[in-house]
Structure formats: structure tokens, C-alpha cells
């Protein structure tokens, strides 16, 4: 990606900390998800069969590596991701809205799970401070 003036002018300096590998299928690629320690979940409305969450109810903190899996509008998920998933992440909606573009729903989702992973983070923290404060 770096090699390409085209992407580097669009990207700014994010390109610097952007790294792609591809695979010829999805298949392939969770497989090398899996062996590296990686946890994939699916963005989908409620799918039978499935581990179904609410976006915000669910905790990922525990999840030490993550995958998050979005289909396009068109497609959707696929069914090798939405089947070799560990769970499948659904945005509450109200309305007549049944879905979101790829672009909405990937800014909800990583959000909430950024968000969740930094309170994390802050809350360890302070109570490693704590810790060493009582020592003292």
C-alpha cells in the first residue's frame, strides 16, 4: 500500500500504520486468524443457531485479540464468517431501518468496542496506582 502514491495522497500518514495481508478466501483467512489467537466476530441481526449479542450489552474486554467481521450492503456477511464465528454482534435499531452501510456500521461497532477496551485500560490502571500507593 505504501508503494502507491495513490493511497499515500488519499491516507495522509494513517498508511504508515496500515498493514494488509490478503488471502484467497475467507476460509484461509480466519485459519490464520485462529493459529495467531484472534476471537472473529460477525456483524449480523439476530442469526439462528448463533451466539446473538447486543452491541452495547456484550463485554469485549476479555477478548485479548479481535476480529470483526462487516458485510457490504449488497452481500451482506458471508456465510464462512457468519458460521466460524464466535458470536454475532447486532446494532439495535428502531424504525422501519433494518440495516446500516458498511461505513456507519463499522464506526458503531468499533466505537463501542474501543470505548469499552479504554475504560478497561483506565480502570487497570488506576487500580495498579492504587495497589502501589497502599504499599507505600
Known sequence: MRSKPKLSAVS?????????????????CIDHLDKNGFASVVTSPHTKGRK?????????????KLAVWFGNEGKGISKTALERSDLCINIPMFGIIESLNLGTSSGIV???????????????????????LEKT
Open 12 to 28: 495522509a500518514s494513517a498508511i504508515k500504520w496500515s498493514f494488509v495481508k490478503t488471502f484467497k478466501d475467507t476460509s484461509s
Open 52 to 64: 446473538n449479542v447486543i452491541l452495547h450489552e456484550h463485554d469485549y474486554t476479555p477478548y485479548k
Open 110 to 132: 468499533l466505537y463501542e468496542i474501543t470505548k469499552q477496551r479504554r475504560a478497561f485500560q483506565f480502570n487497570l490502571k488506576k487500580k495498579i496506582a492504587r495497589k502501589k
